[in-house]
């Protein structure tokens, strides 16, 4: 009986792997979807009507419908294989955007696809110059990294490591009054005041600092996930800091979480290694590193309306300096006289600058 029912198992076996393998070949296969912007660029401007065609293949079953995601937004939804979405630019930001479809089949089977295209400003900068007002001293061992003027003092955060410290100078007189050196560990980078606080970030750590604004003291640490810290300023409702990319990031002044994410172009590109950051009318201001440019950005688009060139602004005080000097890095804003200055890292002056109109290059 054992050896009957021994043969009549294996003769079932290559029954069930026929059946078996036979049903596996009818397994659903995904849908294949594609997208194409038209006109063929991977580069527009703001204001630009752009048309997305949608295709999908399907290798089996039935599309139940086809959705267009823009920057993880549902847009569009379709239940044909081939469709058309058109849309306009005129109020998004600059920058990188993402594309994407999810096509389904009737059976819940998903294929998915992106895309991405890079817009820019639709206009170019307006080219501004300067006139020196009058110029300040400027301690030459300062390797200056944020600049901040608050209630008739200047607060400055210095960086390297071993000599990063915290400076708060009497505008009255020029003369430093107070001083705060950072543990030997940090190097430190931008600040900004918030409701009687003081936040710095630091370069490399990922640990950025809330201090109190009277003697400089830690009220807590925070970290950040961007590589580096570098400039930091705020619109007295979000702090905003720059990492030296082509991004300006808003964090919540409470919880140090990222709210928004702004990246910065002109009409040609997108704009990386904004530093020093100073909010001025409505305006974000930012040191370009390496450069004598600081711009001026809109906060609501990532446009660069303005770029002014200081060429030649420290040429007058270089006899005097034994140090070599670093890069142009330090914007302050004097909020209750309007005043505007200007420094760099290692430098020896301290300008108080005027913005004056430049012929408009394209």
């Known amino acids: 009986?054992?050896?009957?029912?021994?043969?009549?198992?294996?003769?079932?076996?290559?029954?069930?792997?026929?059946?078996?393998?036979?049903?596996?070949?009818?397994?659903?296969?995904?849908p294949v979807t594609s997208i194409q912007i038209n006109p063929k660029h991977k580069i527009y401007r703001i204001g630009d009507k752009l048309s997305v065609s949608l295709q999908t293949k399907l290798k089996d079953g039935v599309l139940k419908k086809i959705e267009l995601l823009l920057d993880g937004n549902a847009v569009f939804s379709s239940s044909k294989i081939e469709c058309i979405y058109e849309f306009e630019t005129s109020n998004f930001q600059v920058g990188n955007h993402i594309l994407k479809t999810i096509a389904t089949k009737e059976d819940g089977i998903t294929g998915e696809n992106f895309e991405e295209f890079l817009l820019l400003s639709d206009v170019a900068p307006e080219n501004l110059g300067y006139k020196i007002v009058r110029s300040y001293p400027h301690n030459i061992k300062f390797f200056t990294e944020g600049f901040e003027i608050h209630k008739g003092f200047l607060y400055e955060g210095t960086g390297q490591e071993g000599t990063s410290a915290i400076y708060k100078t009497e505008l009255s007189n020029w003369k430093v009054i107070q001083e705060y050196n950072l543990d030997k560990q940090y190097f430190g980078e931008g600040i900004t005041i918030f409701n009687d606080k003081l936040y710095q970030l630091t370069y490399k750590t990922q640990i950025g600092f809330v201090r109190k604004l009277n003697n400089f003291e830690v009220i807590k640490t925070w970290n950040y996930k961007n590589a580096q810290g570098w400039g930091m300023t705020n619109d007295e409702k979000s702090l905003i800091m720059s990492d030296g990319t082509d991004c300006?990031?808003?964090?919540?002044?409470?919880?140090?979480?990222?709210?928004?994410?702004l990246q910065v172009c002109n009409n040609k590109?997108?704009?990386?290694?904004?530093?020093?950051?100073?909010?001025?009318?409505?305006?974000?201001?930012?040191?370009?590193?390496?450069?004598?440019?600081?711009?001026?950005?809109?906060?609501?688009?990532?446009?660069?309306?303005?770029?002014?060139?200081?060429?030649?602004?420290?040429?007058?005080?270089?006899?005097?300096?034994?140090?070599?000097?670093?890069?142009?890095?330090?914007?302050?804003?004097?909020?209750?006289?309007?005043?505007?200055?200007?420094?760099?890292?290692?430098?020896?002056?301290?300008?108080?600058?005027?913005?004056?109109?430049?012929?408009?290059?394209?």
């Open 1 to 30: 009986m054992r050896t009957f029912t021994l043969f009549f198992l294996l003769l079932l076996i290559p029954s069930f792997v026929f059946v078996n393998c036979a049903q596996s070949s009818k397994r659903s296969r995904k």
């Open 248 to 261: 300006l990031f808003y964090l919540d002044p409470e919880n140090l979480n990222v709210t928004k994410r």
């Open 269 to 362: 590109g997108s704009i990386a290694n904004l530093n020093e950051l100073e909010y001025i009318n409505g305006e974000i201001w930012a040191n370009i590193w390496m450069t004598d440019t600081i711009v001026k950005i809109d906060p609501k688009t990532g446009k660069i309306i303005a770029e002014i060139d200081l060429k030649g602004l420290l040429e007058s005080t270089l006899s005097n300096q034994k140090n070599t000097v670093d890069v142009l890095n330090g914007i302050a804003f004097d909020h209750t006289t309007g005043k505007i200055y200007v420094t760099g890292k290692l430098w020896p002056k301290i300008f108080e600058i005027e913005v004056t109109k430049k012929i408009k290059i394209k």
